[in-house]
């Protein structure tokens, strides 16, 4: 008889556990309630069965039915508590608000490229020089064997500062300052900003980054520089890319040439020269003015604008648009 009051009560424990998990707002939970511990509920009524047993096994049920009623307590609080929870969540947060956005900072597109050429140099043993963005004459010009009455040092083209200064208006017044604290084998790159007097539209900007190289070692050759300048457009433009030097001048670099890439539009089947860099052969004036004896020491250089190669890869029309600070332009890269 008892076994199977015992039994029962199991049953209704089950049962109850089962109803507990549909409840979902407060009027179940108090349906729940009636169902089990109201005045005709499962477990109200389970008491009745106390009184079909012997007087010496009604102890043993007893602690059973308070024990179930008790769980079944228990898990209705629990329930309850559940339910306030959530009526206090839904209070708290309101879910048709839009979420929160965080902005990622990105590496500007100009800073990647920079990233990408010093990749590249520097996998071939240049080191990576700092100069001065307030330079003076000698370094900037003078040393560079830039004449005093070339156009660049008027003051249409240079912001001159005060105490003989200027803003630079080329990394390659880094070449010199190297040059001068150290004895050849050099291969050094030099990346920074250079500055000069151009009111600004699609392709000048008054600040813009250049990347100067400069090798001097015993035997040096056009060849070579070729060669390196050829790896450095394959790798910055595709595999594919195809270059020309075209004879140009610079005070600093004799012969001078400037290189072009052939940029061909595949859609309409044509293409053209876009210049990419100027190159040469060190003029063997600049190693007199530093003292190295340009009968032992032969040298080449490069320099180029960042933002050029920039605008070139990523199909940019206006320089302007690096500088403007639209997250919208500078989240695509
Ligand atoms: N300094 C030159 C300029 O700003 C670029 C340049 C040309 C750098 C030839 C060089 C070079 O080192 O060899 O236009």
């Given amino acids: 008889m008892i076994s199977e009051i015992i039994k029962e009560l199991d049953n209704i424990k089950a049962k109850f556990e089962a109803d507990s998990r549909e409840v979902d707002n407060e009027k179940d939970l108090e349906n729940l309630r009636i169902k089990y511990m109201g005045r005709k509920g499962s477990v109200t009524e389970a008491f009745q069965f106390m009184g079909k047993l012997p007087n010496d096994q009604k102890p043993i ?3 059973k039915l308070n024990v ?5 307590q228990d898990r209705l609080d629990y329930v309850k508590q559940e339910l306030d929870n959530q009526t206090q969540a839904d209070i708290d947060i309101d879910v048709t608000l839009p979420g929160q956005t965080y902005f990622v900072g990105k590496i500007h597109p100009i800073m990647q490229i920079l990233e990408e050429i010093k990749d590249f140099f520097t996998g071939l043993g240049f080191t990576v020089e700092v100069g001065r963005e307030a330079e003076n004459d000698f370094y900037n010009f003078e040393a560079l064997n830039i004449p005093p009455d070339h156009p660049s040092r008027d003051m249409q083209d240079t912001f001159y500062l005060p105490d003989d200064l200027l803003l630079r208006t080329h990394t390659s017044p ?3 300052r190297t040059m001068e604290k150290q004895q050849p084998p050099i291969r050094m790159l030099a990346p920074g900003r250079c500055f000069r007097k151009d009111t600004p539209d699609a392709t000048h900007s008054p600040m813009f980054h250049q990347v100067e190289g400069l090798v001097v070692d015993e035997h040096t050759s056009f060849a070579e520089l070729k060669g390196i300048l050829l790896a450095f457009a394959r790798t ?14 610079f005070p600093f670099t004799e012969p001078s040439a400037e290189v072009d ?11 053209k020269w876009l210049e990419i860099l100027g190159c040469g052969m060190v003029d063997p004036a600049v190693f007199e003015a530093i ?19 920039a605008m070139l890869k990523y199909k940019i029309s206006d320089i302007r648009t690096f500088y403007n600070n639209d997250i919208r332009f500078l989240n695509q890269f």
């Fill in 236 to 249: 910055m433009f595709g595999p594919e890319t195809k270059i020309r030097f075209r004879p140009s001048f």
């Fill in 291 to 309: 003292n190295y004896d340009p009968e032992k020491y032969s040298g080449y250089a490069f320099g180029m604008g960042i933002e050029r190669i």
């Fill in 261 to 271: 890439i052939w940029w061909e539009d595949k859609n309409k089947g044509t293409g």
């Fill in 174 to 176: 880094v070449q010199i």
């Fill in 61 to 63: 049920l007893g602690q």
């Fill in 68 to 72: 179930l009623k008790k769980e079944i």
